[in-house]
């Protein structure tokens, strides 16, 4: 998992406010929070659904599945 994704996961179960923002719009809400993004976060974070529980969410991302 990169660096940026860690980021994100980690504000996502801690955060409310920014876990609403990443349903709406990831890549905007990573950009508001101070987070780059490189390529492969970007297709990784269109890939991911934020409407799944934290512990599924985290535990595809930290396996490496953004899609299905």
Same mark, same amino acid.
């Given at each position: ?13 801690? *955060?409310?406010?920014?876990? %609403?923002? +990443? !349903? ?5 809400? &990573? /950009?508001?929070?101070?987070? @780059?993004? *490189?390529?492969?976060?970007? %297709?990784? +974070? !269109? ?5 799944? &529980? /934290?512990?599924?969410?985290? @535990? ?9």
């Amino acid at each position: 998992m990169s660096t940026a994704l860690a980021q994100i996961m980690e504000r996502y179960t801690q *955060d409310p406010a920014f876990k %609403a923002q +990443l !349903q709406a719009d990831p890549e905007a809400a &990573a /950009n508001s929070a101070g987070i @780059a993004l *490189d390529e492969e976060d970007r %297709a990784a +974070l !269109q890939g991911l659904d934020f409407t799944l &529980a /934290n512990a599924h969410l985290q @535990a595809r991302v930290s396996k490496g599945v953004y899609r299905g």
